[in-house]
């Protein structure tokens, strides 16, 4: 397939690079920044623009990875060309596409990328939406040749989703950084948790979180639980992180969900 | 060395099968169930027993890997044979050994445990502490055949160690879970972010979590929060959370430490 790329930030990097090694063409790749533009279009043997005066009509797909608050001015000015156009965004909706032209769609993928990491774009989840059931179909295809993970997933629930990413990284990553806070003022390095909170994720691939919830909080074990809470007396908003962290396990382990 | 293990749990099952991989003998191995103490006996090539007066003084060290509460009880039965003991737990003062005998130590394993799951022990964070200089320079020198991560953690330090993998793997495991309840509800799965999981928990093994911290607290993108609220509006628990966490983002964010 013909696709040309649209921004050059860490989604368009992995991604063109993905569209490429699969066979795909990159036709062109736009950035407002040309240095920005030629680098990843030197990569994926595409031609690289910074105007959107330049782009080549004769491609298959655009694919917008720019910021949220940009898509739709980007978006307008590739709607004359009458062509595909998706975007990679996680909190926009599909309707900001669909006010500009019928030919629209979304192709998410959740994961955290960084510039430095290789990812294997195989195990990425592709999030789809479609206009319609033919885009989807087009969609779906393209993403298979990139990716063993396809999901169709609507706006309302892309929005969910998004939020579920906070709890299950944003939230888990800052209470890897209390971890190390608590062991710095200890004299201890941050190394002697990183074997345990690579296992604690790798446990939850093959189980269900729920299932292998281990600790003070789902033992109801007391005389721990106040212990640590003395530890942290100097620490009111560590406290309460682990009081309401610590109820919700217990309410858990009753069989309630964490709301009730 | 010539190893008996006292107790037959994950811990104890891991341990032994350590020890016995890197060429120590396995004495025995006492647990009150005779059929624990003999299967476990039967993978290390050891006698199993179900009473300590069976034991066979012959053996350079007990381990012991009971619960927390039996310790002492334990302790004081093996102490008539004058030969070092140490136990295996985090939560346990190093005292609770010293008040029944002097030969003393702690080598704590911090990692998560399951008996479904393979894990390689030369990752395993090993914690050592002696009564005295020689008994962990004794120690230390064990611990290197079995593990490359060893540290020396005083009784203090481990409490808190103890307290900081509560913050970093029970309480993300939680996270976890709530992530895939708000999934569930919308007719996702959960596989939709098992990759995004290890990623987060990859990237802090080269990493430190503050520098690679992501989401909207730390833009400080104020619209996505405002919206992440309304979607959590009928359920408070974790609106709550969601606002604690974010503020601790957003102080970390601000080169404050968490509990300021």
Redesign the interface.
Known sequence: MNITIIGSGNVATHMAAAFKNAGHRIVQVYSRNVQHAALLAYHVGAEAIDNLDQVNPDTGLFVVSVKDDAIAAVVKALAIHEKLIVHTSG?TDLNTLLNLTPNAGVFYP???F?KI?E?NFR???L?LEGANDNILAQLKQLAFTISN?V?A?DS??R?????????????????????????A?????????????????????EQ???N???????RNDEG?MV??MQ??S?????Q???T??S???IK?NKGL????
């Open positions: 909190a959740l994961q955290t960084s990491r990812v195990s990425v989840p999030c993970n999901y997933v309302a629930q929005k969910i989703l998004h939020l579920a990413a906070v709890f299950a990284c944003n939230f888990p990553n800052y209470l890897y950084s209390v971890a190390q806070d608590l062991l003022q200890n004299q201890m390095e941050f190394d002697l948790l990183r074997p345990l909170i690579l296992e604690t994720a790798q446990k939850v691939l269900e979180p729920r292998v919830q281990t600790g003070p909080a789902v721990t212990a640590h530890l942290l100097d620490m009111p908003m560590l309460e992180v682990y309401l962290l109820q919700g396990i858990n969900t964490a709301h009730e």
